[in-house]
């Protein structure tokens, strides 16, 4: 009997209505390998890991263990059998702290009732220690980083002593640094010979860290290939079927008057005593992509929140086309020519539980194109989402009927996307807005955004992917621990300099106007 696989996915097929998710698939996982799972959005490498995880029962196929076929009927027959999940929307109570979210489901406790976290909080912090995982226990979830979210997700899983590791998406949410830390820490779990399954669609990650990689195109079985014989060309053809462009096409931008001044803004931090964002001033002119370059948690959501309505400054003044806006609502903000394609989508960007069509005109359904007397046009609003879900190439089961939260990750995103851009802003504010996207899909949003900028229109990017920031933007704003600590020109500067900046181990003085 041959046991060189801990893991065998044998030709699994998965209906939902209106789509084949996976039709045919078998994926191998040999023990003490870092294996790699990729696709495009919706490519079924989600619903795969989710059928292992006992989320889905497959239509056909089987699975086995160690080469015994095994029935996983749900996460806790997954648990049993040493099957641990990072999601890709990480699964955390937001009220609990880091130690209740590792313990949840397997509480320990002392006499009678009670719980006792002493033991479980030394294990912990092993844990954390031995993986170069750190978070603090005692945090509630709702207040720290996404990294550190993710962190507590990994500390779930050794917690529980699983040996057979999903990551779903893990690096779409982390910052350069938090991004090497996680390689890191997966060459580390496989050295103490756990198994890893790492879905992704960045190319740099597969090359760094996997021993192999299995390909899925529509739900379809592409193949499987050693790294070592492979490069980031072949891969990427094998998962798009076609050539993908890594560079982005844009002329010199021609920057027009001022769009957006922002005076002075400070707000306050939602999570320590400090301000989050300190006396920040700058101005976004029309014609030029302006990009937040920044580590995660250093001020930029708490800025964006302030920009878009989401939050109140404690002092400052927002000046968008000469009117101060500083105490407009979000929807005046909306209406005045902002967009806002959020950092969370699934938070602030989507009604998960309204179909796709709704979700199109969350701003607008008040138009008299989609309204009468109060009554929603429902035939404009279906034309509409039908034009928008050809024009961006967003794929889900039952079109524009759709209800948002079945869709993947990345189609969720291009629904976003859409819909902010559409509106035709004046100012595009563009929050992480390739994150959990495919190279195909990150290559078209590009696109988009220079398009933006070339028909006149300013656009406030913030990106922590910085390949993305020296690619896209005319203009880089540095922000660290709240404060912009450079600006600088990604024709003139390498990704290592720009790296010091975001470490806070370089400043300069940023001019309020350009």
Sequence with gaps: MNNEYIIEMLNITKEFPGIRANDNVTLQLKKGEIHALLGENGAGKSTLMSILFGLYQPTSGIIKKNGVEVKINNPNDANALNIGMVHQHFKLVECFTVLENIILGVEPTAAGPFLSTKDARAKVMDLSQKYGLSVNPDALISDITVGMQQRTEILKMLYRDNDILIFDEPTAVLTPQEIEELMKIMKNLAKEGKSILFITHKLNEIMEVSDRCTILRKGKYMGTVDIANT???????????????????????????????????????????????????????????????????????EFVHALTGLEKMSEGHIEFKGVDISHSSIRERSKSGMSHIPEDRHKHGLVLDYTLEQNMVLQRYWEPQFQKAGFIKNGAVRDYALKLIDQYDVRSGQGPVTTVRSMSGGNQQKAIIAREIDKDPDLLVAVQPTRGLDVGAIEYIHKQLVAQRDK??????????????MNVSDRILVMYEGELVGQLDPKQITVQELGLYMAGAKRDEVPAEV
């Design 456 to 469: 006149g229109k300013a656009v406030l990017l913030v990106s922590l992917e910085l390949e993305e920031v």
């Design 231 to 301: 490069n980031k060309e072949e891969l990427s053809r094998l998962m798009v079927g076609r050539d993908v462009k890594f560079e982005v096409d844009k002329d010199e931008a021609k920057p027009k008057e001022s769009v957006l001044k922002i005076k002075n803004m400070t707000v306050p931090s939602k999570v320590h005593k400090n301000n989050a964002v300190k006396n920040v001033s700058f101005n976004v002119r029309a014609g030029e992509i302006v990009c937040i370059a920044g580590i995660d948690g250093n001020g930029q959501t």
